[in-house]
């Protein structure tokens, strides 16, 4: 059975730190791209960091020098370390599995929802001020 299961979400003051967890299993992860993605209420989903199976990363602009993408094949874990949270991070957090045939930047920014074979369930992260 495939999964994808976040964890580490929560309440977080401005300022702060939060480490998600998005782990896998059912599928050969060494060979996926995993992306981290995120959702607020009337905000249209954003690719926000991405890591190729090489370790070869993209962040988006809005998380870039705060949030840090790494991974451990062995561990078959995805983890997102996030710092400096701001209100404005707040959100459904999700992660997702792509068979890595593109650049990271490309699996996050354009690849639509059908290219990407595994989801997890989402958690919330909320940054209060």
């Known amino acids: 059975q495939v999964q994808l299961v976040e964890s580490g979400g929560g309440l977080v003051q401005a300022g702060g730190s939060l480490r998600l967890s998005c782990a896998a299993s059912?599928?050969?992860?060494?060979?996926?791209?995993i992306g981290w993605f995120r959702q607020a209420p009337g905000k249209d989903r954003e690719g926000i960091s991405c890591?190729?199976?090489?370790?070869?990363?993209y962040y988006g602009d809005s998380v870039k020098g705060r949030f840090t993408i790494s991974r451990d094949n062995a561990k078959n874990t995805v983890w997102l370390h996030m710092n400096n949270l701001e209100t404005e991070d707040t959100a459904n957090y999700y992660c997702?599995?792509?068979?890595?045939?593109?650049?990271?930047?490309?699996?996050?920014?354009?690849?639509?929802?059908?290219?990407?074979?595994?989801w997890g369930q989402g958690i919330q992260v909320t940054v209060s001020s």
């Open positions: 997702a599995a792509h068979s890595d045939w593109t650049t990271a930047e490309v699996m996050c920014v354009q690849s639509p929802d059908y290219e990407w074979d595994y």
């Open positions: 890591i190729k199976y090489d370790e070869t990363t």
């Open positions: 059912g599928f050969t992860f060494e060979h996926y791209g």
